[in-house]
C-alpha cells in the first residue's frame, strides 16, 4: 500500500499541486485539531502526566537509569521534534511570521498535548505501548484516524517533495547543481515548480528506501541521523550568516555554541544507530555532496580555461577594424558567463565565418543571493562600441531568469534601442569537456564525472527561457 501511495504521489507532480493544494490547510488543522483533542482525552484521565513537563524528573529518570540508557533513550525522544526542520525548506515561500504563527498556535501545542496524552495512556494501560497514538482513539475512530493519518502523511511528503524543487532550483542558480528542465505548473504563483530529474531520482531513492528497511521502526534510525545532523548544520550555517551580516562574533558563537551543543548531544545520541539504518542518509548526502562539490569546481576550472581564450574587449574591437567583415542584417546576441571580454564563440564565429551581424550584445544572467531583484534593476548595459552593447541581467535566486524578459526590462528602461530586439538570433557556446591527463585539475574520475554532468544539463538556451527557433550553438572544445 505504502509503494502504490509513493507512486500514485510522485506521478502526479507534473501536474502541480495548485489544485489539490486547496485542501492541504483544511486537511492539516483538522489533523492537529485531532492529535490535541485526543491528547487532552488522555490528560484527562491522568493528569498527573503534566509533572513530565518538569525538566527535573528526566534528570532523575538519567541519575536512575545510567549513562547509557538515557543516551539511547535522548535519541529516541529526539524523533518528537522531527519535521519541524522540514518547515524551512518552505520559508522562502512564505516567510518567518506565518511560519512561526503555526509552528507556535497550533502545531507544537498539538503535538505536546498529544505526547502528553500518549504518556498518560500508558501509565492508565502499559500494555498500550505497542500502538500508544492508535489506543488513544476509540475502537469506532480507528478507520476514519488511519485515513486522515494518511492524508496527513501524504500532504507533508508533498511539502518535502516541493521544498526539494525548490531548494534544487536555488542550488542551479548557485551553481551547485547543472542546469536542469525546471516546469512552471502555476501561471501566478512563481513558486509552483516541478522538476523532472529531480522527482524521479527522489522517487527512486524513496522506494528503495521502503523496501530496503520494511517498516517505520527500522527507519527511525535514519530518519533522527538525518534531522539531527541537519540542525546541525543549520546551526553553523545561522552563525556564519549572522557573522557575515555584521553581528557580534562573541555574541554569535555564544548564542549558536549554545544551541550547537545540544545539536551534537543529539546526534551523538543518534550516532549509535549507524549500523541500524543510520548510515542510508550519510550515503545519499555524501553522493550529493559530491555531485555538487565536483560541479562547483568544474564550472570553476572551465572559466579558468575560458579565461586564458577569451579575448578582451579593445583588443576584440581593435582586429575588427583590420578585418574585412561581411556585414549581416540582423542583431546577433552571444550568451556569455563572464561580466568582461570577449565570449570564446563570439571570436571563433568572427574567425570562420569572416562575418558579423549589424548590432551585437553580449549577454550575461548573474543571480544574486537575494530572493528577488526588482524590474528597474534588472538590466545594465554598456555601450562597447556603436551597436555593439554588454549587458548584465541580475536575478534574485527565487526567480526564474529570461532572457527575453530581462531585454525587455533593458528596452523599457531605454537602456537598449527597441530595434535591437528586431531579428535576433541568439548563439550559445557549447562546450564539449575533454579531461586532462595531468594532475593540474580534478582527479580523473571528478573530472569525468562532470563531464557526464555536462553532457546532460539542459541546453542553456532552453534554460534561459530562449526560443528554439533563435538559438545557434557554437561548440569549442576545453580541456580541464
Same mark, same amino acid.
Given at each position: 500500500?505504502?509503494?502504490?501511495?509513493? /507512486?500514485?504521489?510522485?506521478?502526479?507532480?507534473? @501536474?502541480?499541486?495548485?489544485?489539490?493544494?486547496?485542501?492541504?490547510? !483544511?486537511?492539516?488543522?483538522?489533523?492537529?485539531?485531532?492529535? %490535541?483533542?485526543?491528547?487532552?482525552?488522555?490528560?484527562?484521565?491522568?493528569?498527573?502526566?503534566?509533572?513530565?513537563?518538569?525538566?527535573?524528573?528526566?534528570?532523575?529518570?538519567?541519575?536512575?537509569?545510567?549513562?547509557?540508557? #538515557?543516551?539511547?533513550?535522548?535519541?529516541?525522544?529526539?524523533?518528537?521534534?522531527?519535521?519541524?526542520?522540514?518547515?524551512?525548506?518552505?520559508?522562502?515561500?512564505?516567510?518567518? $511570521?506565518?511560519? +512561526?504563527?503555526?509552528?507556535?498556535?497550533?502545531?507544537?501545542?498539538?503535538?505536546?498535548?498529544?505526547?502528553?496524552?500518549?504518556?498518560?495512556?500508558?501509565?492508565?494501560?502499559?500494555?498500550?505501548?505497542?500502538?500508544?497514538?492508535? +489506543?488513544?482513539?476509540?475502537?469506532?475512530?480507528?478507520?476514519?484516524?488511519?485515513?486522515?493519518?494518511?492524508?496527513?502523511?501524504?500532504?507533508?511528503?508533498?511539502?518535502?517533495?516541493?521544498?526539494?524543487?525548490?531548494?534544487?532550483?536555488?542550488?542551479?542558480?548557485?551553481?551547485?547543481?547543472?542546469?536542469?528542465?525546471?516546469?512552471?505548473?502555476?501561471?501566478?504563483?512563481?513558486?509552483?515548480?516541478?522538476? !523532472?530529474?529531480?522527482?524521479?531520482?527522489?522517487?527512486?531513492?524513496?522506494?528503495?528506501?521502503?523496501?530496503?528497511? %520494511?517498516?517505520?521502526?527500522?527507519?527511525?534510525?535514519?530518519?533522527?541521523?538525518?534531522?539531527?545532523?541537519?540542525?546541525?548544520?543549520?546551526?553553523?550555517?545561522?552563525?556564519?550568516?549572522?557573522?557575515?551580516?555584521?553581528?557580534?562574533?562573541?555574541?554569535?558563537?555564544?548564542?549558536?555554541?549554545?544551541?550547537?551543543?545540544?545539536?551534537?548531544?543529539?546526534?551523538?545520541?543518534?550516532?549509535? @544507530?549507524?549500523?541500524?539504518?543510520?548510515?542510508?542518509?550519510?550515503?545519499?548526502? %555524501?553522493?550529493?555532496?559530491?555531485?555538487?562539490?565536483?560541479? @562547483?569546481?568544474?564550472?570553476?576550472?572551465?572559466?579558468?580555461?575560458?579565461?586564458?581564450?577569451?579575448?578582451?574587449?579593445?583588443?576584440?574591437?581593435?582586429?575588427?577594424?583590420?578585418?574585412? $567583415?561581411? +556585414?549581416?542584417?540582423?542583431?546577433?546576441?552571444? $550568451? #556569455?558567463?563572464?561580466?568582461?571580454?570577449?565570449?570564446?564563440?563570439? #571570436?571563433?564565429?568572427?574567425?570562420?565565418?569572416?562575418?558579423?551581424?549589424?548590432?551585437?550584445? &553580449?549577454?550575461?544572467?548573474?543571480?544574486?543571493?537575494?530572493?528577488?531583484? !526588482? @524590474?528597474?534593476?534588472?538590466?545594465?548595459?554598456?555601450?562597447?562600441?556603436?551597436?555593439?552593447?554588454?549587458? &548584465?541581467?541580475?536575478?534574485?535566486?527565487?526567480?526564474?531568469?529570461?532572457?527575453?524578459?530581462?531585454?525587455?526590462?533593458? /528596452?523599457?528602461?531605454?537602456?537598449?534601442?527597441?530595434?535591437?530586439?528586431?531579428?535576433?538570433?541568439?548563439?550559445?557556446?557549447?562546450?564539449?569537456?575533454? !579531461?586532462?591527463?595531468?594532475? +593540474?585539475?580534478?582527479?580523473?574520475?571528478?573530472?569525468?564525472?562532470?563531464?557526464?554532468?555536462?553532457?546532460?544539463?539542459?541546453?542553456?538556451?532552453?534554460?534561459?527561457?530562449?526560443?528554439?527557433?533563435?538559438?545557434?550553438?557554437?561548440?569549442?572544445? &576545453?580541456?580541464?
Amino acid at each position: 500500500i505504502t509503494l502504490v501511495i509513493l /507512486v500514485g504521489l510522485f506521478l502526479v507532480q507534473h @501536474k502541480g499541486v495548485a489544485a489539490i493544494g486547496r485542501v492541504f490547510g !483544511p486537511v492539516m488543522l483538522v489533523w492537529f485539531a485531532v492529535l %490535541g483533542l485526543l491528547g487532552i482525552v488522555g490528560i484527562v484521565d491522568q493528569p498527573a502526566i503534566l509533572t513530565a513537563a518538569n525538566p527535573f524528573r528526566a534528570l532523575d529518570f538519567m541519575s536512575h537509569a545510567g549513562w547509557h540508557v #538515557s543516551f539511547v533513550m535522548l535519541g529516541a525522544a529526539f524523533l518528537a521534534v522531527t519535521g519541524g526542520e522540514a518547515m524551512y525548506a518552505d520559508l522562502g515561500h512564505f516567510g518567518a $511570521l506565518p511560519i +512561526r504563527i503555526a509552528w507556535f498556535v497550533l502545531v507544537l501545542p498539538a503535538l505536546v498535548l498529544n505526547y502528553f496524552g500518549q504518556g498518560a495512556l500508558l501509565i492508565a494501560a502499559p500494555d498500550a505501548l505497542e500502538n500508544p497514538f492508535f +489506543r488513544l482513539c476509540p475502537d469506532w475512530g480507528h478507520l476514519p484516524l488511519i485515513a486522515l493519518a494518511t492524508m496527513a502523511t501524504i500532504i507533508a511528503s508533498q511539502a518535502i517533495i516541493s521544498g526539494v524543487f525548490s531548494l534544487t532550483q536555488q542550488s542551479i542558480q548557485l551553481g551547485f547543481l547543472p542546469a536542469m528542465r525546471i516546469v512552471q505548473t502555476a501561471r501566478d504563483e512563481r513558486g509552483q515548480i516541478y522538476v !523532472p530529474a529531480v522527482n524521479w531520482l527522489l522517487a527512486m531513492a524513496t522506494l528503495t528506501a521502503v523496501v530496503v528497511f %520494511g517498516s517505520s521502526d527500522a527507519l527511525a534510525g535514519a530518519y533522527g541521523i538525518a534531522v539531527s545532523m541537519l540542525m546541525g548544520i543549520t546551526t553553523l550555517l545561522a552563525a556564519l550568516i549572522a557573522i557575515r551580516w555584521g553581528y557580534n562574533p562573541v555574541l554569535v558563537f555564544a548564542v549558536n555554541g549554545f544551541f550547537l551543543a545540544i545539536d551534537l548531544v543529539f546526534f551523538a545520541a543518534n550516532s549509535v @544507530k549507524i549500523l541500524e539504518g543510520g548510515w542510508f542518509p550519510l550515503v545519499l548526502a %555524501g553522493l550529493v555532496a559530491v555531485m555538487m562539490l565536483t560541479w @562547483k569546481k568544474g564550472i570553476e576550472l572551465v572559466e579558468e580555461a575560458r579565461a586564458a581564450l577569451r579575448l578582451p574587449e579593445d583588443v576584440f574591437l581593435a582586429s575588427l577594424q583590420h578585418r574585412d $567583415l561581411l +556585414r549581416l542584417p540582423g542583431t546577433a546576441a552571444f $550568451l #556569455s558567463a563572464a561580466q568582461r571580454g570577449i565570449p570564446l564563440h563570439l #571570436s571563433r564565429f568572427v574567425e570562420r565565418n569572416h562575418a558579423l551581424m549589424e548590432r551585437i550584445l &553580449i549577454i550575461t544572467a548573474l543571480y544574486e543571493e537575494t530572493p528577488i531583484v !526588482p @524590474k528597474d534593476q534588472r538590466a545594465h548595459v554598456t555601450i562597447l562600441a556603436p551597436d555593439f552593447y554588454r549587458v &548584465i541581467l541580475r536575478y534574485g535566486f527565487m526567480e526564474e531568469a529570461s532572457i527575453p524578459e530581462g531585454l525587455a526590462c533593458a /528596452v523599457e528602461a531605454r537602456h537598449l534601442p527597441p530595434h535591437v530586439l528586431d531579428d535576433m538570433t541568439i548563439f550559445v557556446g557549447h562546450e564539449t569537456i575533454i !579531461p586532462r591527463r595531468d594532475k +593540474r585539475g580534478m582527479a580523473p574520475w571528478r573530472e569525468n564525472l562532470f563531464a557526464f554532468m555536462q553532457r546532460n544539463a539542459e541546453r542553456t538556451g532552453a534554460f534561459f527561457g530562449v526560443p528554439t527557433r533563435q538559438v545557434v550553438e557554437v561548440g569549442t572544445e &576545453i580541456e580541464i
